[in-house]
Each structure stands twice: as structure tokens, then as C-alpha cells.
Nanobody
Framework: QVHLVESGGGLVQPGGSLRLSCSAS????????LAWYRQAPGGQRELVAR????????DYLDFVKGRFTISKDNAKNTVYLEMNSLKLEDTAVYYC??????????WGQGTQVTVSP
């Protein structure tokens, strides 16, 4: 399985911005889906954004639409999550995911995002 490493999390005030990065140990061009999930304290892991590399299609959790953007840089084997207008409810551990029909899911270790005044 591919090795994924997230970075870019931290503490930010409401209304602020962060950009998360997910660096992969191998090329990302052939994955079926690249995605970001999050898990808040006491909550279940939920899909935040996903990108289908072959079609370029992106999908977002309704709560983050218009505020978050998922993108990728094939040359750097990196997936990004640009997060703007952050809200208290966005506080969670954010996980990078790469899905391949043959190999299944690969996960990063997560990066903490805390939105607080």
C-alpha cells in the first residue's frame, strides 16, 4: 500500500484558513479516488472531499462546500485540502485517503485542525 503523510494542521481562529498537504510515497495518478476525511472528538469519520483523478470530478460534504477545495499535484505526488472561512465545527483530525480498486484503502496518520477563538 502507498504511504501517506499529512501536514499543515494547526490552531486557527474562526474565519481563518489552512492548507493541508498529503504526500504520497508513489505516484497518485493511477488511484481511483483521492480524498480527505475528518473525525471530530466523539464522532465518526466522515468524508470531507474527494477527487476522481481520471475524470477530475470533485465532491464535497455539504457543510464545507464553497469553503474547502481539494486539489492535487501529480509531479509532487501530493494532494491538498485548502480550507477557508474555518468554523468551530471544522475542528477534527483530518485524514488523507487513497483508494485503489485492486489494493483498497490507504490512510495517513492524520493531522489535527483546531479552530478556536
Amino acid at each position: 500500500q502507498v504511504h501517506l503523510v499529512e501536514s499543515g494542521g494547526g490552531l486557527v481562529q474562526p474565519g481563518g484558513s489552512l492548507r493541508l498537504s498529503c504526500s504520497a510515497s508513489e505516484t497518485i495518478v493511477n488511484f481511483d479516488i483521492l480524498a480527505w476525511y475528518r473525525q471530530a472528538p466523539g464522532g465518526q469519520r466522515e468524508l470531507v472531499a474527494r477527487l476522481t483523478p481520471r475524470s477530475g470530478r470533485t465532491d464535497y460534504l455539504d457543510f464545507v462546500k464553497g469553503r474547502f477545495t481539494i486539489s492535487k499535484d501529480n509531479a509532487k505526488n501530493t494532494v491538498y485540502l485548502e480550507m477557508n472561512s474555518l468554523k468551530l465545527e471544522d475542528t477534527a483530525v483530518y485524514y488523507c485517503n487513497a483508494f485503489d480498486l485492486g489494493a483498497g484503502d490507504s490512510w495517513g496518520q492524520g493531522t489535527q485542525v483546531t479552530v478556536s477563538p
